[in-house]
Every structure is written in C-alpha cells, then in structure tokens.
C-alpha cells in the first residue's frame, strides 16, 4: 500500500471513533430541548430575544443576554448551547410575577448557537443567536 | 507525582474558593430592580490541563440564591461553561427601594459564600 492511500485509511478510521461525548453538535441542543419541554411546541415572541455577538475570537469570554421582562408569568429560563461540552449553560428559575433579564458570559471554544427558552403558563417560548468565529481581532472575516 | 499535583491544585482552588468575594449591587428604577453580581471564582471546567499535563479539577459554581428576606427570589443553576470570575445581571420586580436582598452560592465542591445588600436608588 502506497503512502497517501494508507493516510486517506488512517484519517477515515480516525472519523469513525470520534469522541461523541465532547461533540455536541445541534442534535444534543435538540434533545435537551425535547427532554426540557416535554416535545412541546416551542414559540416565537418579540419581546423575547437573545442579544449575542454576531463574531467573537475563539476562546474568547461572551456576553450573552437573555430578555423576558415583556413576557408574562415566566418561571423559568434556558440558555442552551451546541457544539461545546455542556450543553445547558444556565438556568434561571424565578417565582412567579417577575419580569427576569438574565446577563451571563461564557467561554467560546467553537462557533456555536446559543438558544434561550422561557417556560410560561403560556406554553414554552424560543430565542436563538449565532456566533461566528472572527478570524482577526480587526474586525475582518 | 501528577496524583500529588492533583491534589495541591485542588487544595489551592479551594482556597480561592473560600477566600472568593461577592460584588454585589442593587439599584431600584422605574419599578424594576436590577441586582447586578461579581463572584471572584476560577470556574474550571476540568476540561483543562496545566503545562505539565496534569489535569487542573473542576471547580464551578453550581447554583446562587436570590432571597429577599425569607423569599426565594430566584435561582440560578450554572454551568462549568460560564467564565471565570462570573457577572450575573437579574433585572426583578419584587424588592423595592430600602429592602434587603441576600445572594448565597455554592460550588460543586460544597463551597459556598453569602452576601447581603440594600436595595439603593
């Protein structure tokens, strides 16, 4: 067997045992929402929202900000995360009649979604913000 | 040797642990009362290792308490995936003006650490 063939068979094995436990991709957001909601139907309002930044350099410290205050009843709010070890970053439960705002930062490690849910006596409510990865500090792509 | 790094690392967070300061405002406008919180914690998330190799132990905050006299106000559950030294913002309409509002955490090694302040304008 010649060198580059052997290689091609290395790199192709090497992608068959990925560590699925350090690789949550969109499908583990996706089950800890149905696990979280009950397979609920999840809504959109727009005084719900996430403010994130649109790039950010990896590793770097993110501030991520989750409104509710215009949505009534909110007992609880998510803030969940793919592509990063932990998928659920926050939780915010509150006693019934506050209007929550909740401002964390978290560590980036890859570009990612982040999502937020509200769970009212309405039903359940999502909010979601891409980051991307600046590949500069100059602002540049 | 890395089983005896592991364990001086270990003591030293729980020293930083101990030691850490709550930072801790609340300011009241417009009905809405915003407690803005600094925590002086490393939140590891035990994902990391030192230059020699050896792995530095998770160390983060689990949850804080938000309590207004008796009343749990509102509780914060965290992951290792937040920042070191956290910066929590909770905008509540529940405390106003001159009453007093305690935050408790405690970390996932039983660490914990209260602070009481008085509601300003």
Same mark, same amino acid.
């Given at each position: 067997m010649d060198r580059r063939r052997w290689l091609k068979g290395v790199a192709a094995t090497s992608g068959l045992i990925w560590v699925p436990a350090l690789a949550n991709d969109s499908t583990g957001v996706e089950k800890t929402v149905n696990a979280?909601?009950?397979?609920? *139907?999840? *809504?959109?309002?727009?005084?719900?929202f996430i403010k994130v930044p649109g790039k950010a350099l990896l590793s770097a410290v993110v501030p991520v900000q989750v409104s509710a205050s215009m949505l009534r009843n909110v007992t609880r709010l998510h803030v969940l995360i793919d592509r990063h070890p932990v998928v659920e970053v926050a939780r915010l439960d509150?006693?019934?009649?506050?209007?929550?705002?909740?401002?964390?930062?978290? *560590?980036?490690?890859?570009?990612? *979604?982040?999502?937020?849910?509200?769970k009212t006596n309405n039903g359940w409510f999502q909010a979601s913000g891409r980051v991307a990865e600046l590949q500069s500090g100059c602002g540049s792509e | 040797m890395a089983g005896f790094r592991r364990v001086v690392a270990l003591?030293?967070?729980?020293?930083?642990?101990?030691?850490?300061?709550?930072?801790?405002?609340?300011?009241?406008?417009?009905?809405?009362t915003e407690l803005t919180l600094r925590i002086d914690h490393p939140m590891e998330s035990g994902l990391r290792s030192d230059r020699s190799g050896t %792995?530095?132990? %998770?160390?983060?905050?689990?949850?804080?308490?938000?309590?207004?006299?008796?009343v749990a106000l509102a509780t914060l559950t965290l992951s290792s995936q937040v920042s070191r030294n956290p910066t929590i913002v909770l905008q509540l309409n529940s405390p106003v003006l001159g009453d007093r509002v305690s935050v408790k955490w405690l970390d996932n090694l039983g660490e914990s650490n209260t602070r009481i302040t008085t509601v300003k304008g």
């Open positions: 979280l909601t009950d397979n609920t *139907r999840l *809504r959109k309002h727009q005084e719900f509150v006693a019934p009649g506050t209007e929550p705002i909740l401002a964390v930062h978290i *560590r980036l490690e890859k570009p990612c *979604r982040i999502t937020a849910l509200a | 003591l030293s967070y729980r020293v930083v642990a101990a030691v850490s300061d709550i930072r801790l405002k609340a300011r009241y406008r417009n009905g809405i %792995a530095i132990p %998770a160390l983060y905050i689990k949850s804080i308490d938000v309590l207004h006299g008796n």
